[in-house]
């Protein structure tokens, strides 16, 4: 049976869409009480596409419009790819493949230069071209034990918002401090929605924290009880924190400090931080912090090789000289000469080559090129140009973008 893949803009293509993604992701329920209209503003128009096996709705893909922020702080267009997924009869003969590289082809017309996704598996996306290009930790803290330095500065004024005021402040808020980082994204409209959404669907306490003057706020935490069964007596009372938006020093020292200073509370648990996160710094006792996991976040396919080496930023006075190869893309496959002062397209012969998936990996700094080479990701017949390409590549800050989608 042939496959056909459409765009979808009916709404009730659109709900089947979603429940398809439901059904495939298999922990997720079915969408139930969306008011009518309510999933066109879930969704990015003319993004949603669906395949159809004669005639039935078997696959669905999604991606937002966005923008992501390379090293050097160039903000680069962005699709944020999410809500992938083939329905359990129809997986493994091709449907996904034909949905991404249909995406991918949609993403190149479209002039984006990356995109970017989260992975429920480790070993789905790289035969696409997708790369691990940014990844967060979670850090447990045993608040009784997590006295701060003396040299910690107080940090501002944080209070509690209502949920009904957050949803006007909170993305006013990260629209105003958008980090400089790599690997920073936009929260779109239809991601605030999205998380509203699943919010006020899900039972429970939960709490939203802003950092600053009222009208001024600079950062934000959500967070919430969890194990909250034997709550009273409980020697363990926890939270987690779900999102922790702290761009400025004093929000971040003004947040951590009202969060640790809870009362009841035992045990804070920070869901995602970046890896170069200073907190067992802050602490008297570095080990009242604990990183119990570390996951890969980004996901990044380079939709247009040329333009997203050239929008980074290099550091040092080295040269190196990188071919690229993407077979589905094939204006990608080309060679690059790379210094501190930027990057030309060149006939040279390259010294190192690489596939669109370990560029992926590379382009925020969040890997390194001999880490690439170990793996066979990344060739080369000098290995002194490893050296060079890693110094050029170096960023100050670990990629991160804090947010899933
Ligand atoms: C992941 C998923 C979308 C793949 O769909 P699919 O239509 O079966 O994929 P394809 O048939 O196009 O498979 C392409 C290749 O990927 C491999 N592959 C697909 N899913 C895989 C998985 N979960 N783990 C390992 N390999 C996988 C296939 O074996 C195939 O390999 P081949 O090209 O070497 O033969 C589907 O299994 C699914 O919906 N899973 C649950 C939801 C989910 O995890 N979605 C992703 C959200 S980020």
Redesign the pocket.
Known sequence: MTTEIRVLNAEDDLISAANVFRA??VGFPPLSDLQPGQITKLLDPGRTIGAFVGGKLA?TADAVTSTLTLPGGAIVSHAAVTH???LPS?????????LVQHQLRDFAARGEVVAT?????A??YE?YGYGVASSFQTVEIQTARAAFRSGVPTGGPVRLLDEAEAWDALPRIYDAHRPSRPGTIDRPAVWWQGLRLRSESTPGARYIAVHGEPGNESGFARYRPIDTERWFVSDQRSIVVEDFFAPTSEAYVGLLRFLLGLDLIDRVVFWMLPLDDPLPWLLVDRRAARVTAVHDETWLRVVDAEKALAARKYAGTGAVTIAVNDPLLPDNSASFAITGDGVEGTNQRAQIRVGIEGLGAQLLGGTTWRSLAAAGLAHTEDPAALDVADQLFAVADAPYSGTFF
């Open positions: 495939a992701m696959g992938i997924g083939v129809f997986t493994r003969k091709g449907i996904a493949t034909g996704l989260r992975a429920s598996e070993t789905i035969r």
